[in-house]
């Protein structure tokens, strides 16, 4: 059957949006972290933007839309879009350039389907599996005490869990996104060695609330425990409390 051709062409248009949103995105994240916006002051207005970035409006209204559900900015109807907060000047050294919305995407994903592999692997996990995720995790614990990044330990200790669901598609769907998920693990795991040891052992109690809802066989706490620690994980990008 042969493509349709309005359709391809729409794919490529909403492709091209996207990766230009995207740049807009991290434009406008760049003047923020360098203090050109600084916390509290109002960004320029989109047609100043739309200007300044060469790009149209619908365009930079995507990359603005992800900056208020990153919580970066925030829109007061009639006066215009206003910082929020400052993000740690690292994420721009650590995340590979034209990367953080690609990044910020990967853990949406993520959330959705490790949230549901958990549930069902809260049921369906063998002995073997849980000694699996403890091994990983005991890795983990070693890194976190030597001051080592951790991150192979921590794909591990998530594949484990989504092998565990017994659904080869959740696999499929999550071994499709490797890069990109380990590229999102390596910033945030990154950032996190910059900040104090509670912020490790804080990421690591989550991982350790995983385990034992998994363990305990309870598929709602698992898939609470996932969805929380993943969206933490895209919330660490930009908030360095979490």
Known sequence: MRDNPASTFEND????DRTLADQAYERILS???DG?????GKLPTEHKLSQQFQMSRPVLRQALKQLREDEVIVSRQ????????????????????????????????RAAVEGEAAF???????DADITRMRDALQELDRCIAAGELGVDADEAFHAVI???????????????????ITTG?????????????????LVQAEHYAIFEALRNQDQNAARTAMRAHIENARKRIFDGTL
């Open 13 to 16: 248009v909403g492709g091209r």
């Open 162 to 180: 989504c092998g565990a669901s017994d659904n080869q598609y959740f696999v499929t769907a999550r071994t499709s996104m490797t890069q990109n």
């Open 78 to 109: 009639g006066s215009g879009s206003y910082v929020m907060r400052r993000p740690d000047g690292a994420v721009l050294d650590f995340a590979p350039i034209g990367s953080i919305a690609d990044i910020q995407r990967t853990f949406e994903f």
């Open 185 to 201: 693990m390596n910033l945030t795991r990154s950032l996190s060695l910059t900040k104090t040891h509670d912020r490790l052992a």
């Open 36 to 40: 050109t916006i600084p916390v509290g």
């Open 120 to 126: 069902l692997a809260a049921k369906r996990r063998s």
């Open 31 to 33: 003047m923020i972290v």
